[in-house]
């Protein structure tokens, strides 16, 4: 037997795996041979190290985490782990598809006119809602205006789309014919809206002087509901506080005349006026008049005396609130 | 090398049986054999009880198909190598390994021979000689000589031949002696 083929018997001689003639065949080599004893000894020695080293222990807490693992997991739990877990990569992505979802809604929204005038609708119509009983009748107003059978709603400024903003100050009745009387919104216009907010404190004390001033016209005529008074609109209906499109001065020679020419004006180029006040030494006079027909309005004043505009906001709506101070 | 259980047999049965605590019980009995094969095939611990915790849940679920060929130990054993090994081979496993790798060999270019013969020095040294067995030979010397299954048994659980594992056991062995050579001078 050679050293090499004695050296490959070892593992097997140390697990008794050796039949018993190769065993002694073997044992007869180490006797005569230092150099395999040696490495016999050595061989021993590792195995034996090997076979005497501590055990491993699994570590604390461990049978419980695999009962745990191998208990059965309810379907909503199955569920959510599967939604989000692992959470480093599925948390980001759905929050990111939050995002986007949402982004593109906001995007919608503002790209499409319709859905904002939706939108737009549905706030007016919920804030109008409360104010749009039926307002009383006023009494006839002596300036020229249309006077078609018009339901107490109808009396709001007429069929351009956009009202027109009344005036800016709290009207009380500037003249005895032009008791203020609280008006519902006639159509849905933020600005109205808004308006409705505002003086919500002084609708009710209108509302009574206007109903205590329109008692005898009711008892006169048939239910306004029921059939629509010939009654001309009352043009100091709308005296609401809110700011006027353009405000502007006119000093002329003759108030009277003015006043008198300014009415013509009004009435030619479609317009209406909704009030007449006096301001210390003169009057202010509002009108309403259509976009369209502004310029050429404007020019028509500045004819009657010194115009000066005041202010005036920078995109005039289809009807376009004038609230004039007229001096001498 | 453990002490092994005698017989599994109650066991088995009851764990086929459906028996609540059958399956607790086997975790108890095995957990530290089960983790130590792990721990000596993976050499860390975390990635060790990962793999010990799916050896007893391929085991409960999979307990309904044990034929009982061979013992349950042999069936454990067998599960828990190659799941390691599937492990060791897998391409973020041998990435971590070659980083281990370097930082083990830094220290022991400097061996101090005389600490060494300590003997926690010198069971350091086999721990570290185990390690670097290459997979096939050192899974044969975890089942033998730290575990005590017999070559039979060994041959089963990793469905090779018999001269394989012989063969495979002493080419490990052989290494372990070359690698502690330093410890007999």
């Not at chain 2, 600490?115 to 000689?129: F, N, P």
């Amino acid at each position: 037997m050679t050293c090499h083929e004695a050296r490959e018997l070892f593992s097997d001689r140390l697990d008794d795996q050796l039949s018993a003639d190769a065993a002694a065949r073997l044992d007869a080599h180490l006797a005569g041979c230092d150099d395999c004893r040696l490495e016999w000894a050595r061989f021993e020695r590792v195995v034996s190290l090997a076979q005497g080293m501590e055990p491993s222990r699994a570590p604390a807490g461990f049978v419980d985490r695999v009962l745990e693992a191998a208990r059965p997991v309810p379907w909503p739990v199955r569920l959510v782990r599967q939604a989000f877990t692992p959470l480093r990569i599925k948390l980001p992505l759905e929050a990111a598809a939050l995002l986007l979802v949402g982004g593109l809604a906001v995007m919608m929204f503002q790209r499409s006119p319709e859905m904002q005038r939706m939108a737009r609708q549905e706030t007016s119509e919920q804030l109008a809602a409360p104010r749009s009983e039926p307002a009383p009748v006023a009494p006839p107003a002596p300036t020229p205006e249309p006077s078609t059978p018009q339901s107490p709603i109808a009396q709001a400024p007429p069929p351009p789309a956009a009202a027109p903003p009344p005036p800016a100050t709290p009207q009380t009745p500037a003249t005895p014919q032009r008791p203020a009387a609280p008006q519902a919104p006639a159509t849905a216009e933020p600005r109205v809206a808004q308006e409705l907010r505002r003086d919500t404190a002084d609708s009710a004390r209108r509302e009574n002087a206007a109903k205590s001033a329109a008692a005898p016209a009711r008892a006169a005529a048939p239910p306004v509901a029921a059939a629509p008074t010939p009654t001309p609109a009352p043009l100091a209906a709308r005296a609401r506080p809110l700011a006027p499109d353009v405000s502007a001065w006119l000093t002329v020679a003759d108030r009277t005349t003015a006043l008198t020419a300014l009415a013509e004006a009004v009435a030619r180029f479609g317009g209406r006026e909704n009030a007449r006040r006096p301001d210390g030494r003169g009057e202010i006079v509002d009108v309403v008049i259509p976009r369209d027909a502004y310029d050429a309005f404007i020019r028509e004043v500045s004819r009657l005396g010194g115009f000066a505009s005041e202010r005036q906001s920078a995109e005039l709506p289809a009807s376009v609130s004038i609230s004039l101070r007229i001096t001498e | 090398m453990r002490e092994r259980p005698d017989d599994d047999t109650d066991l088995l049965e009851r764990l086929r049986a459906g028996e609540p605590r059958a399956f607790e019980d086997l975790v108890r009995s095995y957990q530290h054999r089960v983790f130590g094969v792990a721990l000596r095939m993976l050499q860390n611990p975390a990635e060790a009880e990962d793999i010990a915790q799916e050896v007893f849940l391929r085991v409960h679920g999979a307990i309904g198909a044990f034929r009982g060929d061979a013992k349950l130990s042999t069936w454990l054993y067998g599960i828990a190598s190659n799941l390691c090994l599937n492990r060791l081979s897998s391409a973020s496993h041998r990435r971590m390994r070659h980083d281990e790798d370097a930082l083990r060999r830094a220290p022991s270019d400097v061996p101090d021979a005389t600490a060494a013969m300590e003997r926690g020095e010198v069971e350091a040294a086999l721990h570290q000689a185990i390690a670097e067995l290459p997979e096939d030979r050192r899974i044969v010397v975890v089942l033998r000589d730290l575990e005590g299954l017999s070559y039979e048994e060994i041959a089963q659980a990793l469905d090779l031949e018999l001269g394989t594992v012989r063969s495979r056991l002493h080419r490990g062995r052989m290494d372990l002696k070359s690698k502690m050579e330093r410890f007999f001078a």
